[in-house]
């Protein structure tokens, strides 16, 4: 079983910066697809970007290209979202999930961490 704890959510205003940090434990972490998805209070979760491995150009949705930055480093188990010029619409809970069997069907779930743009 694989537990992924994320943190660095939070309040920031339009335009700020803000990290998410996702750290695995209990599985081969540099063996899975790892995303990040967000889920807007009325709305469906969305994937918000994903990535393989480090020779793979990660996945971006459009609304966030330019702005946010997925990458992963294996020897701490960790993913990481790096959102700059943030916007009141990116406000959501943000979850980590990583796909075990490399088919886009995500297995394991974190608990999710709220971001929240001002105007």
């Known amino acids: 079983q694989v537990q992924l704890v994320e943190s660095g959510g939070g309040l920031v205003q339009a335009g700020g910066s803000l990290r998410l940090s996702c750290t695995a434990s209990?599985?081969?972490?540099?063996?899975?697809?790892m995303g990040w998805f967000r889920q807007a209070p009325g709305k469906e979760r969305e994937i918000v970007a994903r990535?393989?491995?480090?020779?793979?150009?990660?996945y971006y949705i459009n609304s966030v290209k330019g702005r946010f930055t997925i990458s992963r480093d294996n020897a701490k188990n960790t993913v990481y979202l790096q959102m700059n010029s943030l916007k009141p619409e990116d406000t959501a809970v943000y979850y980590c999930?990583?796909?075990?069997?490399?088919?886009?069907?995500?297995?394991?779930w974190g608990q999710g961490t709220q971001v929240t743009v001002s105007s």
């Open positions: 209990g599985g081969t972490f540099s063996r899975y697809n």
């Open positions: 990535i393989l491995g480090s020779r793979i150009v990660p």
């Open positions: 999930a990583a796909d075990r069997d490399m088919d886009y069907d995500y297995d394991f």
